[in-house]
């Protein structure tokens, strides 16, 4: 198993472009979630998806758009990309949230 | 509504001494409870769970936490650190479909 993958590792984009961030996992896993991570605050939760065709926002939606067509892929979408979204993004999955959540190695994002 | 308090920002510990760091939660009902573990550059990855089974739970490399409801405590320990051992902690409360972090706990392990 692959467990969670995320792709690109690392991007730089500039202010107002848009970009598609990946997540795959092959554990067929129901529950996937997407976070940020900036110094001192953890990780505090974007979107999350409880099974295809539903998703659900979460404290720092604004900004990120997400879809859920196959239990395997969960893209996040920053639709107008702003300085404030400078930061590391981490995909998870799990069988529920009540479960070990399985973390992605992360994505580095710079927006200038 | 729930949150996650992790009392220490660092901690510092000499190598073959004790770890302990603190996290304080609130929830109106009975939560999960999680511990998670990044080391630099990495993603997270479970140290322990407590999900109202025993009070005290035991994780992996010597890790464990006890669950006291009468304090909302769920404080990590170890008797014996390690310098592998030094990373950035999380406390995780699980409730009604979302996690909530604390804003983590820098571990220092000085040779």
């Known amino acids: 198993n692959a467990g969670v993958t995320q792709t690109p590792k690392f991007q730089v984009l500039k202010t107002g472009q848009s970009m598609t961030l990946q997540c795959a996992q092959d554990?067929?896993?129901?529950?996937m979630s997407w976070y940020r991570q900036d110094p001192g605050m953890g990780l505090r939760l974007i979107h999350y998806?409880?099974?295809?065709?539903?998703?659900d926002q979460g404290e720092v939606p604004n900004g990120y758009n997400v879809s859920r067509s196959t239990t395997e892929d969960f893209p996040l979408r920053l639709l107008s990309a702003a300085p404030s979204q400078t930061s590391v993004y981490f995909c998870?999955?799990?069988?529920?949230?009540?479960?070990?959540?399985?973390f992605g190695p992360g994505t580095r994002l710079t927006v200038t | 509504a729930q949150s996650v308090t992790q009392l220490d920002s660092h901690v510092s510990v000499s190598e073959g001494t004790p770890v302990l760091l603190r996290c304080n939660y609130s929830?109106?009902?009975?939560?999960?409870l999680f511990w998670y573990v990044q080391h630099p550059n990495k993603g997270l990855q479970l140290l322990l769970k407590?999900?109202?089974?025993?009070?005290l739970v035991k994780g992996i490399n010597g890790f464990e936490a006890e669950f006291k409801k009468s304090e909302t405590s769920f404080h990590l320990t170890k008797p014996s650190a390690h310098m592998s051992d030094a990373a950035e902690y999380f406390c995780?409360?699980?409730?009604?479909?979302?996690?909530?972090f604390g804003s983590g706990t820098q571990l220092t392990v000085l040779p």
């Open positions: 407590y999900t109202s089974a025993a009070t």
């Open positions: 929830s109106s009902y009975s939560p999960s």
């Open positions: 998806s409880v099974g295809a065709g539903i998703t």
């Open positions: 998870a999955s799990s069988f529920s949230v009540y479960y070990e959540q399985y």
């Open positions: 995780v409360v699980s409730l009604v479909g979302q996690l909530t």
């Open positions: 554990m067929n896993h129901e529950y």
